[in-house]
């Protein structure tokens, strides 16, 4: 099993900054392909990005491509997700998840039930 705990979440103003974390314990985590998630209260959890094993490829939603990026550093067994030109709708509770199965980052995605293993998450708040 692999334990992820998310960091790095807080309070912006709107077109600042912020950069998540994503540590996994357990496992090694270049193992597994990483998806960044957001859920905003009563609203349903979305897909933000996704990174493949090795770093090579990531995927990202629309509505965040070419302001976030995801990247991982597998020798310190973490995932990135570093925000920029954050706006008010980008408010969420951000969650890691983990999937060790043998399909391709591409393949996943943002199909929440092929992760296996989830963070708590942490809250981002960007005020207008």
């Known amino acids: 099993q692999v334990q992820l705990v998310e960091s790095g979440g807080g309070f912006v103003q709107a077109g600042g900054s912020l950069k998540l974390s994503c540590a996994a314990s357990g496992r090694t985590l270049s193992a597994y392909i990483v998806g960044w998630f957001r859920q905003a209260p009563g609203k349903d959890r979305e897909f933000v990005a996704a990174?493949?094993?090795?770093?090579?490829?990531?995927y990202y939603a629309d509505a965040v491509k070419g302001r976030f990026t995801i990247s991982r550093d597998n020798a310190k067994n973490t995932v990135y997700l570093q925000m920029n030109s954050l706006k008010p709708e980008d408010t969420a509770v951000y969650l890691c998840?983990?999937?060790?199965?043998?399909?391709?980052?591409?393949?996943?995605?943002?199909?929440?039930?092929?992760?296996?293993?989830w963070g708590q998450g942490t809250q981002v708040t960007v005020s207008s």
């Open positions: 998840a983990a999937d060790g199965g043998p399909a391709t980052a591409g393949q996943i995605m943002g199909r929440m039930t092929k992760y296996d293993y």
């Open positions: 990174i493949s094993r090795s770093g090579g490829s990531t």
